[in-house]
């Protein structure tokens, strides 16, 4: 039922079918990965490439309709039956059926793309075509698209406990994700750091803390939802997060700030989760 959902008169599994098709497609043609280190959406030779062709610049602004167009198919999963009807669900004392879930997750998804897009603007590197067709144009919609599948199942049903507990563990997550690379971001724009190795703030507690501020995030989004089983999007990305975007990203670091990198990692042990790993 979620799959066969139509979002602009298609099937959600043919856009996402599409979508995957044409970045294992680009990732091949395109971007033209050079065999080292990788998170598959994005590896080392992305890393180092700074934008400046008219191709990169198109990237970026695919980039940003298809976060646009995530929230979209968000919404409109969100309020699925009134659109289908015009009218609201009845609870059970018969009256029109409120939406404050529907609208508090549609917030953390426009959170969410926010969040992106304003970091996006921090970043010094290009965008590949797979980040831009599979994570972009699939992996984004098609969790804000079950976060809002899920949502809606409980329409009329009251929020509790559940759901204000995971409005204020997204938040945290959001702040955990966002202020260590907004100071990272400002102290990389003083001409006196060129060339260094950022370890202050935050990132003196654990060398990947945004990783785990963007895993708890969709811990509470999944609450938000009401629905459990969307916890299964935070324990992806968390493991893909530790197998694949750690171990990519400290290539690149160690290469980048010998130096710096070697000191860092003897005094600061712990890589994304606080006092556990």
């Known amino acids: 039922e979620f799959f066969s959902r139509r979002v602009g008169g298609m099937a959600l599994w043919r856009i996402w079918a599409g979508m995957m098709a044409l970045g294992l497609i680009s990732r091949q043609i395109l971007d033209q990965p050079d065999g080292g280190p990788s998170a598959f959406f994005i590896d080392n030779k992305t890393r180092r490439t ?19 167009y995530s929230l979209f198919v968000e919404h409109r999963l969100l309020f699925s039956s009134l659109a289908a009807t015009g009218q609201r669900k009845k ?17 953390c998804g426009a959170m969410f793309v926010v969040r992106v897009l304003v970091q996006m603007m921090w970043w010094r590197r290009t965008i590949s075509w797979v980040e831009v067709f599979a994570e972009t144009g699939v992996i984004i919609p098609l969790s804000l698209a079950s976060l809002g599948f899920g949502a809606s199942r409980r329409q009329g ?17 959001t702040c ?35 990783y785990f501020g963007e895993v708890l995030s969709f811990v509470g989004f999944a609450l938000v939802s009401a629905a459990l089983w969307n916890l299964w999007i935070p324990f992806v990305m968390g493991v893909g997060l530790m197998v694949f975007s750690v171990p990519e990203l400290d290539a690149y670091l160690s290469t980048r700030y010998t130096t710096d990198w070697a000191a860092y990692v003897d005094s600061v042990h712990c890589q994304m989760i606080p006092l556990v790993w």
């Open 91 to 107: 609870t059970d004392a018969g009256r029109p059926a409120s939406f404050v879930r529907e609208w508090l997750c549609l917030l």
């Open 176 to 210: 955990i994700n966002m202020w260590p690379e907004y100071t990272r971001h400002i102290w990389k724009s003083d001409p006196a750091n060129t060339g260094r190795l950022y370890t202050g703030g935050m990132f003196s507690m654990c060398r990947h803390i945004n």
């Open 157 to 173: 049903k009251p929020i509790g406990v559940v759901e204000l507990l995971g409005l204020l563990l997204f938040l945290l997550g």
């Open 50 to 68: 700074v934008p400046t062709t008219a191709a990169d610049a198109l990237r970026y602004w695919l980039k940003v309709l298809l976060l646009f």
